[in-house]
C-alpha cells in the first residue's frame, strides 16, 4: 500500500508541474490590437464618433444628461443672445454601436416668450434633419481623420 501511494505522488505531482505550465503559457499570447477605425467602438454603448460629433454639435447650449451607455445627450433650454424671445431644447439619441444614419434620432423643443411665459412652437422638420446631417458629417470626419 505505501509503494502504491508513493507511485500517486510523483504522478500528482507531473500532473500540478504540466498545468500550470499550460495555463502559463496562456498568458504570453500577445492581445489583438485595437482598430480605432472600426464602425463600432466598445468602450463606451454606443457608436464613438457619433457620440463625440453629437456633443461637439450641441456644445451651444448646456447639458443636462449625457449618458454615453444608452447613448442619450439631453441640453437644457438654450436661448441665442441675438433672439432672446425664443428657446430650443435639442435631445439626441444614439440607437447603434455603427456608424449608420439610422443610428441616430435628434429631436427637437421650441419655445416662444409670450407676455413673459414660455409658450411651445413647432420645430421646423428640417431644423432637426440640419442637425443631424451636421452629426453624421462630423462623426465621418472624425472617423477618416482615425483612419488616417
Partial sequence: MIAL???RRPAIFALAIAATASLAACG???RPKADLAAA???TIGVNSY????????VSF?????ADSNGGVIVTDWYANPSNPGERVKVTVTILDSDLRADALRVAASRQ???GGTWVDAPVQAATVQKLEDIIL???RELRRHTIN
Fill in 50 to 57: 457619433l457620440w463625440r460629433a453629437s456633443l461637439e454639435t
Fill in 5 to 7: 501511494a508513493q507511485l
Fill in 61 to 65: 447650449a448646456p447639458l443636462l444628461q
Fill in 28 to 30: 504570453g499570447r500577445e
Fill in 137 to 139: 458629417t462630423k462623426a
Fill in 112 to 114: 416662444v416668450s409670450q
Fill in 40 to 42: 463600432q467602438i466598445t
